[in-house]
T-cell receptor, first 115, second 113 residues
Framework: SAVISQKPSRDICQRGTSLTIQCQVD?????MFWYRQQPGQSLTLIAT?????????ESGFVIDKFPISRPNLTFSTLTVSNMSPEDSSIYLC????????????FGPGTRLTVL | AQSVAQPEDQVNVAEGNPLTVKCTYS??????LFWYVQYPNRGLQFLLK??????LVKGSYGFEAEFNKSQTSFHLKKPSALVSDSALYFC???????????FGAGTTVTVRA
């Protein structure tokens, strides 16, 4: 399976600021996704990161708040903009590889705390 | 629309006893079903999946799951639980034509020595 890394692993930020999270995969993948896991909650899909085009956002998530880039088949970023304490969550990227295994693999996550 | 229900917030078992974590699903077409495990301060680790074929699926760390179409269930099982199996377990579903996963609320498993 693909090896996925995320940077930073954790951060503590002040409200009103923005944080960009990076997701790097060691091989080319077909699909990349960003999920949010709020404290004590399950995972919620934020968006599908599309290579070379705008991300596809799920209901309740907008590009102005969560801009996403995917410049190539191995890298994506998620920015959490104008943060508030409600944005404190774990953010995870996930990938589907090129070999049609249908399995989605997850990165280690970025634990964000907003004060 | 697709959804997953994990009816138990917590499951407590003694080490060496069988472990079962329940999951039921709803999806419009044929389901693709997954189990993931999350250890404290870690990301999600893939355990096993059902796509098609045998209803009994074997996965990592001695876990298995049984797909039951009539009951729309995909319960996770382990014949003999270990203390190290203590973690948060998520069931997830997607349909054939969409890679987006829908997750259950998660079940916290505690295995006591």
């Amino acid at each position: 399976s693909a090896v996925i890394s995320q940077k930073p692993s954790r951060d503590i930020c002040q409200r009103g600021t923005s944080l960009t999270i990076q997701c790097q995969v060691d091989s080319q993948v077909t699909m990349m996704f960003w999920y949010r896991q709020q404290p004590g909650q399950s995972l919620t899909l934020i968006a599908t990161a599309n290579q070379g085009s705008e991300a596809t956002y799920e209901s309740g998530f907008v590009i102005d708040k969560f801009p996403i880039s995917r410049p190539n088949l191995t890298f994506s970023t998620l920015t959490v903009s104008n943060m508030s304490p409600e944005d404190s969550s774990i953010y995870l990227c996930s990938v589907v590889d090129m070999f049609g295994t249908d399995t989605q693999y997850f990165g280690p996550g970025t634990r964000l705390t907003v004060l | 629309a697709q959804s997953v229900a994990q009816p138990e917030d917590q499951v407590n078992v003694a080490e060496g006893n069988p472990l079962t974590v329940k999951c039921t699903y709803s999806v419009s077409g044929n389901p693709y079903l997954f189990w993931y495990v999350q250890y404290p301060n870690r990301g999600l680790q893939f355990l096993l999946k059902y796509i098609t074929g045998d209803n009994l699926v074997k996965g990592s760390y001695g876990f298995e799951a049984e797909f039951n179409k009539s009951q729309t269930s995909f319960h996770l099982k382990k014949p003999s639980a270990l203390v190290s199996d203590s973690a948060l377990y998520f069931c997830a579903v997607r349909d054939l034509n969409d890679y987006k996963l829908s997750f259950g609320a998660g079940t916290t498993v505690t295995v006591r020595a």
